[in-house]
């Protein structure tokens, strides 16, 4: 099955600079990667994903790009605000079939300090 | 549209003790998702049901049982509870996959804790 690994597993920034959170996934035929935000004590949310046809998808200040040759992809967070503080969870899926498992990361504490 | 509802939010179970974690959902999704989230350790999918009238183990079904009771309903059974089951569970819905890459929404979550 799918594996996917989420790094860093923590990182902290000053407001106004970018994050960067990258996850590698083993199954070449995933072709679907979303990205959830969940605050603390609340839902998981989505926020952006990218189909595998797509090299880049952009929504304001978020980004993500896929790399399918190294299978990583990777979440970009321009001009940091502290409302951005929040675990972020990055997933992989094949949904080819009629199953349809998202496997996701372990997630990653970001901290933006004001 | 209240999107994917769980019941309860919280819950207190003694070891041995029996509950089930219910979930709705009203976006006439046809497939359902339980998932259990401890610290450092993500979210891992115990049960799924891709459809209705099918249900499928995820990563971590031991000591659960589930059941998909209609198109909008699916609920997840703790039969003897332990100390090891004490998690936030999350529920979540998606489309079909042949219906496009479809996301998961999910609800606000039950807070297990076993004593």
């Known amino acids: 099955g799918e594996n996917v690994e989420q790094h860093p597993s923590t990182l902290s920034v000053q407001e106004g600079d970018s994050a960067v959170i990258k996850c590698t996934y083993s199954d070449s035929a995933s072709n679907y990667f979303p990205w959830y935000k969940q605050e603390l004590g609340k839902r998981p949310q989505l926020i952006i994903d990218i189909r595998s046809n797509v090299g880049e998808k952009k929504d304001q200040r978020i980004a993500v790009t896929l790399n399918k040759t190294a299978k990583h992809f990777s979440l970009h967070i321009t001009e940091t605000q502290p409302e951005d503080s929040a675990v972020y969870f990055c997933?992989?899926?094949?949904?080819?079939?009629?199953?349809?498992?998202?496997?996701f990361g372990k997630g990653t504490l970001l901290t933006v300090n004001p | 549209n209240a999107g994917v509802t769980q019941t309860p939010k919280f819950q207190v179970l003694k070891t041995g003790q029996s509950m089930t974690l219910q979930c709705a959902q009203d976006?006439?999704?046809?497939?359902m998702y339980w998932y259990r989230q401890d610290p450092g350790m993500g979210l891992r999918l115990i049960y799924y049901s891709a459809s209705e009238g099918t249900t499928d183990k995820g990563e971590v079904p031991n000591g659960y049982n589930v059941s998909r009771l209609n198109k909008r309903e699916f609920s997840l059974r703790l039969e003897s509870a332990a100390p090891s089951q004490t998690s936030v569970y999350f529920c979540a819905s998606s489309a079909l996959p042949s219906q496009g890459n479809q996301p998961q929404h999910f609800g606000d979550g039950t807070r297990l804790s076993i004593l």
């Open positions: 976006m006439n999704h046809n497939s």
């Open positions: 997933a992989g899926v094949y949904s080819g079939g009629s199953n349809y498992k998202l496997t």
